[in-house]
């Protein structure tokens, strides 16, 4: 089968499989904030040697992105900067509190919003803060998200010297009539000074956003976004499908589906992005992911210790990542729980000295071997199971939707396992889906997720 009879065919909504179960499957009425607290602290006592990994939510952002899918706040009132730090602090107290130890801290990630919408001097209070009673594990990783047309010289200092080393800037696309309806305005003049900023602080991995399928975005302008991009060579790039949610997120009205490219279109911008990508040296790693081959991103899939959790791919896996902050998800690896989505909540609960969480998923045996499996299709490319010494009825029963997978040419299936090929690894989402027990078992009557193309 052709690569566009594929893409039509695979083109369906699917879940991204940044947790399994995915959230609209959570089995929420066996959730309560106590057994979260306790699965907590079985996750922290088995967290000793790794550490843990934090990831704050900072929604504030003064402007509207409007293909931006995030849970954002949007605002230029920057006053709101000291109230917000205070709160994550408290919920972060509330947590080492559940933890009964000195938690060792392997990766912190702030993302958003736009976390470089706080200032340095911010910044600098929430991480210290948050590191306040602390261990830091020697190879600890501390990243940040950054708006080029916001982040400064300061902000990247002032996080350098807390221990940042990695910064993800969101460019999306340089085309400056796909800036315009998008509304995210930074110019490649913009990027690039600081870029060289970073580097010349002494940042060793800076990450580019770049998103096709957005609304009036074309192949030649796609071609001169990636061209500019290899001119300033960053070490990892994040090739996005643009997802269209306007019933999740109503900004994404601000255009129509007119100004979309068509599912025709879209395959080509896939298709020009990733064969410029790949010539400029860039590895591809699991699902919409590049890396230059000495980036601890693709060595990670390399030595096969590359993991994705609520933050994207990892170098490691660990069993506790905490989120803090409105709307965050946390991973307890046999639990998962989301906090509350308002800002006004989210600091009520705080101040009431309450976990703001407000719903959540305890993992099941046949949840934990799934999720197993989904794991290592999207980080690995592969898996393998044994029904007599790991029985799972919901593998078995996915035989027959994997064959079809595999007589398409996307896996390699075997009685033992599977294996993605080199034109699978586009649809690692519909190959996950195969597995996902329980959407088949509950098959959606409305579009809960985005196109897989």
């Given at each position: 089968?052709?690569?566009?009879?594929?893409?039509?065919?695979?083109?369906?909504?699917?879940?991204?499989?940044?947790?399994?179960?995915?959230?609209?499957?959570?089995?929420?009425?066996?959730?309560?904030?106590?057994?979260?607290?306790?699965?907590?602290?079985?996750?922290?006592?088995?967290?000793?040697?790794?550490?843990?990994?934090?990831?704050?939510h900072?929604?504030?952002?003064?402007?509207?992105?409007?293909?931006?899918?995030c849970?954002?706040?949007?605002?230029?009132?920057?006053?709101?900067?000291?109230?917000?730090?205070?709160?994550?602090?408290?919920?972060?107290?509330?947590?080492?509190?559940?933890?009964?130890?000195?938690?060792?801290i392997?990766?912190?990630?702030?993302?958003?919003?736009?976390?470089?919408?706080?200032?340095?001097?911010?910044?600098?209070?929430?991480?210290?803060?948050?590191?306040?009673?602390?261990?830091?594990?020697?190879?600890?990783?501390?990243?940040?998200?950054?708006?080029?047309?916001?982040?400064?010289?300061?902000?990247?200092?002032?996080?350098?010297?807390?221990?940042?080393?990695?910064v993800?800037?969101?460019?999306?696309?340089?085309?400056?009539?796909?800036?315009?309806?998008?509304?995210?305005?930074?110019?490649?003049?913009?990027?690039?000074q600081?870029?060289?900023?970073?580097?010349?602080?002494g940042?060793?991995s800076?990450?580019?956003?770049?998103?096709?399928?957005?609304?009036l975005?074309?192949?030649?302008?796609?071609a001169?976004?990636?061209?500019?991009?290899?001119?300033?060579?960053?070490?990892?790039i994040?090739?996005?499908?643009?997802?269209?949610?306007?019933w999740?997120?109503?900004?994404?009205?601000?255009?129509?589906?007119?100004?979309?490219?068509?599912?025709?279109?879209?395959?080509?911008?896939?298709?020009?992005g990733?064969?410029?990508?790949?010539?400029?040296?860039?590895k591809?790693?699991?699902?919409?992911?590049?890396?230059?081959?000495?980036?601890?991103?693709?060595?990670a899939?390399?030595?096969?210790?590359?993991?994705?959790?609520?933050?994207?791919?990892?170098?490691?896996?660990?069993?506790?990542?905490?989120?803090?902050?409105?709307?965050?998800?946390?991973?307890?690896?046999?639990?998962?729980?989301?906090?509350?989505?308002?800002?006004?909540e989210?600091?009520?609960?705080?101040?009431?000295?309450?976990?703001?969480?407000?719903?959540?998923?305890?993992?099941?045996?046949?949840?934990?071997?799934?999720?197993?499996?989904?794991?290592?299709?999207?980080?690995?490319?592969?898996?393998?199971?044994?029904?007599?010494?790991?029985?799972?009825?919901?593998?078995?029963?996915?035989?027959?939707?994997?064959?079809e997978?595999?007589?398409?040419?996307?896996?390699?299936?075997?009685?033992?396992?599977?294996?993605?090929?080199?034109?699978?690894?586009?649809?690692?989402?519909?190959?996950?889906?195969?597995?996902?027990?329980r959407?088949?078992?509950?098959?959606?009557?409305?579009?809960?997720?985005?196109?897989?193309?």
């Open positions: 089968m052709d690569q566009q009879k594929l893409a039509n065919k695979y083109n369906i909504p699917v879940p991204r499989y940044t947790s399994y179960p995915t959230m609209p499957y959570w089995d929420t009425a066996n959730f309560n904030v106590t057994a979260w607290q306790n699965t907590v602290k079985w996750a922290f006592a088995e967290s000793e040697k790794d550490g843990i990994s934090l990831y704050i900072l929604p504030f952002c003064e402007d509207l992105c409007t293909y931006c899918g849970n954002t706040r949007i605002t230029k009132n920057h006053s709101v900067e000291g109230p917000y730090i205070d709160a994550v602090l408290q919920e972060w107290h509330q947590y080492k509190q559940i933890m009964y130890g000195q938690p060792l392997r990766e912190i990630h702030l993302g958003g919003g736009t976390p470089t919408f706080f200032s340095a001097k911010n910044l600098e209070k929430l991480i210290t803060g948050l590191l306040d009673g602390t261990k830091i594990h020697p190879e600890a990783e501390f990243g940040f998200e950054g708006h080029p047309a916001n982040t400064t010289a300061e902000h990247l200092q002032t996080l350098y010297d807390l221990g940042f080393r990695r993800s800037f969101g460019i999306q696309d340089f085309d400056p009539r796909v800036q315009t309806i998008i509304n995210r305005k930074q110019s490649f003049e913009q990027v690039k600081v870029t060289e900023q970073a580097r010349q602080i940042y060793t800076i990450n580019y956003d770049l998103i096709y399928g957005l609304p975005q074309t192949l030649q302008g796609l001169d976004t990636i061209n500019k991009v290899d001119l300033l060579k960053p070490d990892r994040a090739f996005y499908s643009y997802a269209h949610v306007p999740v997120k109503p900004g994404q009205r601000h255009f129509t589906e007119n100004d979309l490219p068509d599912e025709k279109a879209k395959a080509q911008l896939y298709e020009i990733h064969s410029l990508l790949k010539n400029y040296g860039y591809e790693v699991g699902m919409d992911h590049f890396a230059l081959p000495d980036d601890e991103l693709f060595k899939q390399r030595s096969g210790k590359l993991h994705r959790n609520f933050m994207g791919y990892t170098t490691f896996q660990n069993q506790l990542l905490i989120g803090l902050g409105v709307s965050s998800i946390s991973d307890a690896c046999y639990a998962f729980a989301q906090n509350v989505k308002t800002v006004e989210y600091i009520k609960l705080i101040n009431e000295n309450k976990l703001p969480v407000f719903k959540g998923h305890i993992l099941t045996g046949e949840d934990l071997i799934i999720r197993k499996h989904i794991l290592n299709i999207m980080c690995k490319g592969a898996t393998t199971w044994n029904h007599h010494t790991e029985p799972c009825a919901a593998v078995f029963d996915s035989i027959e939707r994997l064959q997978l595999a007589d398409d040419g996307l896996i390699e299936l075997n009685s033992l396992g599977l294996k993605v090929t080199p034109t699978g690894m586009r649809y690692l989402r519909n190959i996950c889906m195969a597995l996902d027990a959407l088949w078992a509950n098959k959606p009557e409305t579009q809960l997720f985005s196109m897989a193309v």
